[in-house]
């Protein structure tokens, strides 16, 4: 088994998040609606997948990165939800035909496959196109949930899409129509869950935390923050008692959470490697894959940086060398030469751009510390 993977962490992989994991098992199990808000690949989705995993409850995850139009959203939510309804569909020829008939303008069809029974929908997507099928859809679903007596998990992965789509949505005249849709649905709900994420911040909290918009007050809000070290600690001396029969070195389990400055992804990329390979990690081997890690995001990590202003440039080379914790201070304007006014602006921008973040001790540091490797490295 993989227990340091580096895209979704389940069972005996998943670390820790004993917090977290409760309240989201609560908010869901109450119909409590909730948000997971994190910066990219701090297991957001291990999260979700792991309460499901241990809640047993069906569910359906609906993926909206490639959402650009109203009729993608439809489509997504259409297959989702003819998914989910399979799985509650019940047995008896009468309940099953009940069912259905609520999705009866879908045009349902109950077909045989490989793997069993599937229901299709076949839509007139002439009669389609409006906000207000969204929330008719959804609204379904849960009334087809409460009939059958089950609890449901709709989760919304890279939310934020949606936002995008309203803003530049010529055919409605409010510009978050989508999301007033998906809201008018969501509390009038019994028997469904949902549950939001994506890898934006900034616009999510927009999307939950500003007055003028449909979702303002109506979802639990759960922050993922870093894992502590000692929880990391005691996982990874575990997992190399099972592979060596003996803990890692004290100055090499701390090298590793050094370097990865305790970023889950870069957690699993390090010890991923010396688990698959089978070698007991050593200092130099630990320091020179560190170094290939870094090399290997050059290019993509290069990039980015020359998508900054100059200002923002000059202000990341200074937090990766020297986190601080009054980053707009006269002493750190003076050191990068620029003014407080830009330096306030350049703050603001890497921050919601998640390039930098305020860590528990409320120093302001660069985000990925493959990024902050890198700077080093160039000077």
């Known amino acids: 088994m993989d227990y340091f993977p580096i895209n979704v962490a389940q069972g005996k992989a998943f670390c820790n998040r004993k917090k977290e994991r409760s309240l989201l098992k609560e908010f869901i199990k109450n119909g409590r609606h909730s948000v997971i808000v994190a910066p990219r690949r701090y297991g957001k989705t291990s999260l979700i997948n792991q309460v499901l995993l241990e809640l047993g409850l069906k569910h359906v995850i609906m993926e909206l990165t490639m959402a650009v139009t109203l009729k993608d959203v439809e489509q997504i939510i259409i297959k989702s939800v003819s998914e989910l309804l399979q799985s509650i569909l019940p047995t008896p020829s009468k309940a099953k035909q009940k069912?259905?008939?609520?999705?009866?303008?879908?045009?349902?069809?109950?077909?045989?496959?490989?793997?069993g029974q599937k229901i299709v929908f076949h839509p007139d997507w002439n009669k389609l196109g409006e906000v207000n099928s969204i929330a008719e859809i959804l609204k379904k679903l849960d009334e087809a949930a409460t009939?059958?007596?089950?609890?449901?998990?709709?989760?919304?992965?890279?939310?934020?899409?949606?936002?995008?789509?309203?803003?530049?949505?010529?055919?409605?005249?409010?510009?978050?129509?989508?999301?007033?849709?998906?809201?008018?649905?969501?509390?009038?709900?019994?028997?469904?869950?949902?549950?939001?994420?994506?890898?934006?911040?900034?616009?999510?909290?927009?999307?939950?935390?500003?007055?003028?918009?449909?979702?303002?007050?109506?979802?639990?809000?759960?922050?993922?923050?870093?894992?502590?070290?000692?929880?990391?600690?005691?996982?990874?001396?575990?997992?190399?008692?099972?592979?060596?029969?003996?803990?890692?070195e004290d100055p090499c389990i701390n090298r590793i959470l050094d370097l990865s400055?305790?970023?889950?992804?870069?957690?699993?990329?390090?010890?991923?490697?010396?688990?698959?390979?089978?070698?007991?990690?050593?200092?130099?081997?630990?320091?020179?894959?560190?170094?290939?890690?870094?090399?290997?995001?050059?290019?993509?990590?290069?990039e980015d940086i020359f998508n900054l202003s100059k200002n923002q440039r000059k202000l990341l080379s200074y937090l990766a060398h020297q986190p601080d914790e009054q980053p707009g201070s006269s002493k750190v304007c003076?050191?990068?030469?620029?003014?407080?006014?830009?330096?306030?602006?350049?703050?603001?921008?890497?921050?919601?751009?998640d390039y930098v973040y305020q860590s528990k001790?409320?120093?302001?540091?660069?985000?990925?510390?493959?990024?902050?490797?890198?700077?080093?490295?160039?000077g």
């Open 361 to 378: 001790d409320n120093l302001y540091k660069v985000l990925d510390p493959a990024m902050a490797s890198l700077i080093r490295l160039l």
């Open 261 to 302: 400055e305790l970023h889950p992804h870069y957690i699993n990329r390090l010890c991923g490697y010396f688990w698959i390979i089978g070698e007991y990690p050593t200092l130099d081997a630990i320091e020179n894959y560190w170094g290939e890690i870094v090399q290997s995001k050059k290019s993509e990590l290069t």
């Open 147 to 248: 009939l059958v007596n089950k609890r449901v998990v709709i989760v919304m992965d890279e939310f934020q899409q949606l936002s995008e789509i309203g803003s530049s949505s010529e055919k409605n005249e409010n510009e978050y129509a989508i999301e007033a849709a998906i809201r008018n649905a969501m509390q009038y709900c019994k028997n469904t869950s949902y549950v939001f994420s994506g890898s934006h911040r900034q616009m999510l909290f927009s999307m939950f935390n500003d007055k003028s918009r449909p979702f303002y007050n109506s979802c639990e809000i759960i922050t993922i923050e870093r894992i502590e070290r000692s929880e990391y600690q005691s996982f990874i001396q575990s997992l190399a008692i099972d592979r060596w029969r003996k803990p890692l």
């Open 334 to 353: 003076t050191a990068i030469g620029i003014s407080e006014a830009s330096n306030r602006q350049a703050l603001k921008a890497l921050c919601a751009k």
């Open 99 to 115: 069912i259905l008939g609520l999705f009866k303008w879908l045009n349902p069809e109950l077909t045989l496959s490989a793997h």
